[in-house]
């Protein structure tokens, strides 16, 4: 046995605990010498009962019959599928002996001081937040200024010179320039950054474990990236981004440390593992959508609404504050920015102004009126998510090498600027320059000296300007064709936008679409009526057409009237607004899913939605679960471990550890669970039963071992054992799970579903009579079920 | 109450001062108070060269029989000689300044013309909302101005001095408001350069016109821009301008023309197209992105969805 000792060639990569760590192997297995039994996978396998001979043989040679049967191993892309490339999170709580032995260590005092650095993990995360959303509208104010000063310099020299083209040839350069940075950093280091964030964060909330979503990098690329886009002029805001820097900033501040930088602080350490990261990214996205909108409550149900299935009064409250000090620390940095130190009055990135006045009261009979528009909003929002569903669809087959990624968004750049042009070439919508000069880049073109084009105020500005003067701009400021002609483009470019390899999101460019509809509802009805000028204020259509197209692209409902009402600051609008999203995702849903459904649906990912497919009830465990299963030994043989784990085939990451009750005969009853990741830890600090009866001085493994290796495990293959060290035993049962959730076999698909959304688990043991393992449920298996056009259909699973 | 009591019921004496600065040649509201018996009171920062008057003055006698009602009540609560005096002139430039308003609305010729009138207005009030006390420790702030619901006074003022602060004629005056400044006389040239201009060539074709006076309309537009700037505007420069900005692009029409119409649709034509080409090229040239389809271990077969359609049928 020494020998073996004598032989261990270590190449621990990530293990630098130091030369008395490699002196001392970890040990924790007893020193009880038992039969040592090794299974080869071959041999765990349990065939169910039910498993006809056909279904064996398949089992046995896939391969071979897939290639006979001519059935296409490839297809294209599509929207019924499931990639293998995302795992769950591990919500529930491993309570191995290590846990409880730590539980029983830590004091009443410490448990305490956990609660405390709870909310000051909260405090910091708000504050963080708040600083990157005024950091990233302080770089697109300055940016965008500097591009639209250039610019409008150069149209107004070529206007009377001559030689306009020249003035759109910089334009579009300008704007593609602009764009391509902000694609590049995106397409080849960080795609996930890509789009709004919000469909990944939705994923990670609902327990998938998107790869590289909450890391450094990625908020890096999402900050520079959403500024880049906003300045390049695409139809995008950096409202979405926002959520997105939030949750990574909430996941990257409770652990106490960044693995890109290779820095710990030493701090939160009892944070680190998935439940308690889970919770502050809800606490992150919330910031988030508080620092963009200005809206603390509307932030907190937006957690609720869009993600933490896993909520109580005391995460809510956490929430609550983490929003608020978002919120008031953007408040508190812009207005020193502003030179008003101390004047809290800029809440969001987004700032609808205050709808006050009196011509911005509604009256009973413009509720049909509004939800009408609420109709329109959904028709035109399930539209919209129509055309973007086969547009993404193209992108992700045929659009999907980084260069042409950037290409595109380059072109889609120069587009935008090219159409903005044309339209404002052509408008004759000339109007005198208003007293408060609203306009901050008013361009004159074509128009009489001291009037300027109304088309250029929609399109010469950032989106988040030309909706606020939709909103608040006098009535009279845009005729009807500037505000049609505008919604169309508009429209388009936005679907067009979407999807791109840039960060960037779609609230604003639907706010500014609903807004250019909106607006021109209110002075068709206004012209159709002579007394309706009284009461049809442009501005309150313009908002309800916002919230109309808004909800009828995103389908949220709940955060959204918040939302809107708290960006509006006007709590009577609360009921019409209500109203319009409530029509609005009625209407859309008749045709189409929200925007960030069928985005996830699209990427693939197995979410798990609040409720069972419906008429499922008759589905049971059995059919549902994986089989047979890869079972371990509560005393297994090092060698079946790795085998097991470096099976490229299989990427399995729970293992049900199952121990023999007596006789070879009798097949091994379960008796717990154990995770890739703690065994990846065990092995590399060599926990072998030799190697404990070997050494005299012992420190054992603890679970702060397991803590320093979260989140990113080394994988099987920088673990080297050497060939003596295969025929050492490892003995689990103090690091697996020992009380693992089963289920029966004949556990309905609801119940099973019902279990996992509750309880967050990752893996479920189905268990015959006699406690012996027939099958494992996780979380793929219940997300390839959902209901199509035909009733309930089955997603397919491909490897991305 | 700080009202003086000696002299009851007798000759009611007013204490005037003379403030030899506050009479100017150039303020016409003054010289014609200054026809008057009575004399404009003054700041009390001059009070020790006061010299004491005591005109005779009954408060019944032009006035009709509501005043004869008030002069009912009783001696203390009764309205200073002083006070009353200073009310009588408010009133006076009062109605100078409206006059001068008035004509001066259309075309807008505020600060060029009531200036002066409203130095003296606000000068009469100032004296009134002063607090500091008048001759015979009196202060006619809360008698005139807060006595009453209505606040007459009060309010005719803050009308004026609305229009006043609406006008921005501050930024147009010398700081004594006597009469423009040097930036306004400079662009009134220009201005007047420009019209006698448009005069010139007003007959005939106006294409003459754009040509001939763009230089001189254009250094106006430009000094125009200039000072919108440096918000050193009023309503006058602003009213003039408009006029001719408009007499310029309407009436002569020489706005610049749509000329470059093709070159801007080629170019951008060209951008719009380059989309296309790219997708096209992508379709065609790009490998079409495949997924490895995966056959998950189960219990029964593959096509359990086979099963499920036949378990619903």
């Known amino acids: 046995m020494a020998n073996i000792t004598k032989k261990v060639s270590w190449s621990s990569r990530g293990d630098e605990s130091g030369a008395a760590g490699e002196e001392t192997p970890l040990l924790n297995g007893s020193e009880q010498s038992r039969p040592l039994r090794q299974m080869s996978s071959g041999s765990t396998v349990f065939q169910i009962g039910r498993l006809s001979t056909v279904d064996l043989e398949e089992e046995i040679t896939t391969e071979e019959q897939d290639s006979a049967r001519g059935r296409p191993k ?3 892309h599509n929207e019924k599928l499931l990639s293998l490339k995302f795992e769950s999170l591990d919500y529930d709580n491993i309570e191995n002996q290590l846990f409880l032995e730590e539980e029983r260590r830590m004091s009443f005092m410490a448990f305490r001081c956990l609660e405390i650095s709870r909310w000051v993990i909260c405090g910091l995360i708000g504050f963080l937040t708040g600083l990157i959303a005024c950091f990233i509208d302080i770089m697109v104010e300055q940016l965008a200024g500097l591009k639209y000063r250039l610019i409008k310099e150069n149209i107004v020299k070529f206007t009377e010179a001559g030689g ?7 334009w579009a350069a300008l704007n593609s320039f602009c764009v391509m940075f902000g694609a590049i950093i995106v397409a080849f280091f960080e795609p996930i950054a890509a789009g709004s964030g919000i469909p990944q964060i939705k994923c990670f909330l609902n327990g998938v474990k998107i790869p590289r979503v909450v890391r450094l990098k990625t908020l890096v690329v999402k900050v520079v990236g959403v500024i880049f886009s906003v300045v390049g002029g695409l139809a995008v805001g950096k409202e979405g981004p926002m959520i997105h820097s939030g949750a990574v900033l909430a996941a990257g501040v409770s652990q106490g440390r960044s693995t890109s930088l290779k820095k710990d602080f030493k701090i939160f350490e009892y944070f680190r593992r998935d439940t308690e990261k889970r919770d502050f990214v809800s606490a992150g996205a919330a910031a988030g959508v ?4 200005g809206a603390p409550v509307g932030g907190v149900l937006f957690s609720l609404e869009e993600g933490a299935s896993f909520w109580n009064q005391m995460l809510t409250w956490r929430i609550f504050f983490a929003s608020m000090i978002s919120t008031f620390t953007l408040n508190f940095f812009l207005s020193i920015y502003e030179n008003k130190p101390g004047d809290l009055s800029n809440p969001g990135l987004i700032n609808f102004g205050r709808f006050e006045s009196e011509a911005m009261e509604y009256n009973l009979y413009e509720i049909p009126l509004f939800i009408a528009m609420g109709a329109i ?19 992700i087959r045929y659009v999907h090498r980084p260069c042409l990624q950037v290409i595109e968004a380059m072109l889609v750049a120069a587009v935008n600027a090219t159409v903005a042009f044309i339209l404002i070439y ?10 408060d000069q609203s306009e901050e880049y008013p361009l004159q073109l074509f128009c009489a000296d001291g009037e300027f084009n109304a088309m250029a105020t929609t399109f010469f500005n950032t989106p988040e300007k030309s909706v606020r003067s939709l909103f608040h701009n006098p009535t009279g400021t845009y005729n009807s064709l500037t505000l049609g002609l505008f919604t169309v483009t508009y429209f388009f470019l936005a679907c067009w936008t979407y999807g791109l390899a840039v960060s960037a999101g779609v609230f604003i460019p639907s706010l500014l679409i609903g807004a250019a509809w909106g607006r021109l509802c209110g002075i068709l009805l206004a012209s159709t009526t002579s007394t309706a000028s009284m009461w049809a204020d442009p501005g309150k259509y313009a908002l309800i057409g916002a919230a109309a197209q808004l909800g009828g692209i995103v389908r949220m409902t709940l955060s959204l009237t918040v939302i809107m009402m708290e960006a509006t600051g006007n709590v009577t609008y609360g009921l019409p607004i209500m109203l319009v ?9 008749y045709f189409q899913e929200g925007l960030y459904d069928l985005h996830i649906k699209l990427g693939s990912v197995p979410f798990l939605h609040g409720e069972a497919p419906a008429t499922s009830h008759w589905l049971t465990a059995r059919e549902v679960m994986s089989s047979p299963v890869t079972c371990l030994n509560r005393i297994e043989k090092v060698g079946t471990i790795v085998d097991t784990l470096s099976n490229t085939s299989t990427n399995h990451n729970g293992f049900p550890v199952v121990v023999q009750v007596s006789g070879d005969d009798e097949p091994a009853k379960l008796c717990g669970l154990i995770l890739r990741s703690q065994l990846i830890v065990l092995l590399k600090h060599k926990v072998f039963v030799e190697l404990a009866r070997s050494r005299l001085t012992q420190r054992k493994l603890q679970l702060k071992d397991f803590r320093d290796a979260y989140p990113r495990f080394p994988p099987i293959q920088s673990i080297h054992v050497s060939q003596d060290e295969r025929e050492c035993m490892m003995d689990l049962t103090e690091f697996m799970n020992p009380t693992p959730y089963t289920v029966p076999q004949d556990t309905s698909l609801p119940r099973v579903f019902k279990l996992f959304r509750a309880l967050g688990l990752r893996h479920l043991v189905v268990v015959d009579d006699d406690n012996r393992v027939v099958g494992l449920v996780t979380r793929k298996d219940l997300a390839r079920y959902h209901v199509g056009k035909h009733g309930l259909e089955e997603l397919l699973l491909a490897q991305t | 109450m700080s009202l003086h009591r000696y002299n009851l019921g007798l000759l009611l004496i007013i204490l005037n001062i003379y403030s030899l600065g506050l009479i100017d040649a150039l303020n016409a509201t003054a010289s014609d108070s200054a026809a008057n018996p009575l004399q404009a009171p003054s700041d009390h920062s001059h009070g020790s060269s006061a010299v004491v008057s005591s005109p005779v003055y009954k408060p019944a006698v032009d006035s009709s029989y509501w005043i004869n009602l008030l002069s009912s009540f009783p001696d203390d609560l009764e309205f200073s000689e002083y006070c009353t005096e200073l009310l009588r002139l408010f009133g006076q430039r009062y109605v100078a300044f409206v006059n001068c308003l008035v004509p001066a609305a259309r075309p807008v010729r505020v600060c060029q013309n009531c200036s002066p009138g409203y130095s003296s207005l606000s000068e009469v009030f100032l004296n009134i909302s002063s607090d500091k006390l008048g001759p015979a420790n009196e202060s006619c702030r809360d008698s005139i101005l807060r006595s009453d619901r209505l606040m007459l006074v009060f309010l005719l003022y803050g009308s004026l001095d609305t229009i006043w602060k609406k006008s921005n004629c501050k930024q147009c005056v010398t700081t004594d408001l006597t009469g423009p400044n040097n930036d306004t006389l400079y662009y009134l040239t220009l201005l007047n350069q420009t ?8 007959e005939g074709n106006h294409t003459e016109l754009c040509k001939n006076c763009k230089n001189a309309y254009k250094g106006l537009n430009d000094l125009y821009s200039g000072m919108e700037k440096n918000s050193t505007l009023c309503i006058d420069l602003e009213d003039s301008m408009n006029m001719t900005r408009k007499l310029w692009s309407k009436n002569f029409a020489c706005s610049l023309p749509r000329e470059e119409t093709i070159p801007v649709i080629a170019v951008s034509s060209f951008m719009l197209f380059l989309p296309i080409i790219f997708y096209l090229s992508s379709f065609l040239h790009s490998e079409q992105k495949k997924r490895k389809l995966i056959h998950p271990k189960r219990a029964k077969s593959h096509t359990s969805l086979m099963n499920i359609q036949d378990k619903q049928s």
Do not use: H
């Not at chain 1, 306009?164 to 910089?170: T, V």
């Not at chain 1, 999203?581 to 849903?589: R, S, Y």
């Open chain 1, 74 to 76: 490839e297809i294209p």
């Open chain 1, 377 to 395: 909003g959904g028709g035109l929002g399930a539209f919209f998510n129509f055309l973007n569903y086969w547009l993404t669809i193209f992108r």
């Open chain 1, 164 to 170: 306009l083209s020249i003035s759109l040839l910089l």
């Open chain 1, 581 to 589: 999203l409530m029509t609005a995702k009625i209407v859309g849903d």
């Open chain 1, 290 to 293: 508080s620092a963009a909108f």
């Open chain 1, 426 to 435: 052509f408008s004759t919508d000339c109007q005198p320059l208003g007293p």
């Open chain 2, 195 to 202: 019209i006698t201009c448009f005069e010139k060539y007003k």
